[in-house]
Nanobody
Framework: QVHLVESGGGLVQAGGSLRLSCAASGRTFDTSVMGWFRRTPGKEREFVAGIPWSGGTASYTDSVKGRFTIFRDNALNTVYLQMNSLNSEDTAAYYC?????????WGQGTQVTVSS
C-alpha cells in the first residue's frame, strides 16, 4: 500500500502562484511515476503533469506547459507542482497519484481556486 498526502492548495489571485506538495509513504520503493490530475465539477478528470521517479522527462498537458513545473525529491518521497501565472481555468481539485507495480494510488485532493 502507498499513502499519498497533498498540501499547498488554496485561494490565489489570477497571475499568482502556488506550490502543491504530495508526500508518499508505505511501499514507495517500486514507484515508477508520480504526478497530478485535476477535476472541476461537470468535467472529466484531466491529467496535469507526471514525472518518472527514477529519472526521465516530465510530461504536461498543453494548457499548463510553460506555467507549471513538476519536480521531485526522492529522499523525501515527495513530488511538487509549482504553478505560476494561474488563471481561472486552473481552478480545480488537484489529485496526486503514484503508479506502483501497475497499481495507481491517489491522494485525497487539494482545492485550488483562482480568483479573477
Amino acid at each position: 500500500q502507498v499513502h499519498l498526502v497533498e498540501s499547498g492548495g488554496g485561494l490565489v489571485q489570477a497571475g499568482g502562484s502556488l506550490r502543491l506538495s504530495c508526500a508518499a509513504s508505505g511501499r514507495t520503493f517500486d514507484t515508477s511515476v508520480m504526478g497530478w490530475f485535476r477535476r472541476t465539477p461537470g468535467k472529466e478528470r484531466e491529467f496535469v503533469a507526471g514525472i518518472p521517479w527514477s529519472g526521465g522527462t516530465a510530461s504536461y498537458t498543453d494548457s499548463v506547459k510553460g506555467r507549471f513545473t513538476i519536480f521531485r525529491d526522492n529522499a523525501l518521497n515527495t513530488v511538487y507542482l509549482q504553478m505560476n501565472s494561474l488563471n481561472s481555468e486552473d481552478t480545480a481539485a488537484y489529485y496526486c497519484y503514484a503508479n506502483v507495480l501497475g497499481v495507481r494510488y491517489w491522494g485525497q485532493g487539494t482545492q485550488v481556486t483562482v480568483s479573477s
